[in-house]
């Protein structure tokens, strides 16, 4: 296997769980606002910062990316943007008051707002025209989780007593001439 079969094969990888944890942390947060604020022994609404400032961060550092990746080398931008993310979710779970999270929640913005961009770029850069439709509904929507999806589906089915549906919907090719050649 080539170094570039390789990278082909393991970036809509990386790719997907980049966004996957970009887009987890934009939301997580909300569900543990209570916990958090009784941790750090302040109300919940003295978090509001925390919870603006990740996405404050993306929309300051999402527009920088591109210039980044074409500065610096996509490879580059892109994995010091997941140590960057890393270093402040590691950060985040070390905070004892609310302005070390906030600033924590920055640097992990700052890393997020570069992650799904440029790893964006790196796939436009890597596949071939052809191949990018399919890589980039990969990497949106893995393959693993269309699997997963069809499980769970059947088994939820089954447990409220529900059959899968045997049927498939009609092929509709051809209605349109075929109704056509009728009138």
Not at 91 to 97: D, F, H, I, P, T
Not at 134 to 151: D, E, F, H, K
Request: with cysteine.
């Amino acid at each position: 296997m080539t170094s570039s079969d390789s990278v082909k094969r393991y970036l809509p990888w990386l790719v997907a769980v980049a966004l996957f944890m970009e887009q987890l942390d934009a939301t997580i947060l909300n569900t543990a606002v209570p916990v958090m604020a009784t941790g750090l022994g302040v109300e919940p609404l003295a978090l509001k910062a925390v919870l603006t400032s990740y996405t404050l961060s993306l929309a300051v550092f999402i527009p920088v990316s591109g210039w980044m990746a074409d500065r610096f080398g996509t490879r580059r931008v892109f994995m010091w943007a997941v140590a960057v993310f890393a270093l402040g979710s590691l950060l985040c779970g070390l905070a004892v008051n609310v302005p070390m999270l906030v600033a924590s929640r920055v640097l992990q913005g700052m890393g997020g707002a570069m992650m799904t961009p440029v790893g964006r770029i790196a796939l436009v850069r890597t596949f071939p025209r052809s191949d990018l439709l399919r890589t980039m509904n990969y990497v949106i929507i893995p393959a693993p989780g269309r699997r997963l999806s069809q499980t769970a589906r059947a088994s939820h089915a089954g447990m409220i007593g529900m059959r899968e549906p045997s049927h498939r919907l009609p092929d509709t090719k051809g209605i349109s001439s075929a109704s056509s050649t009728k009138s």
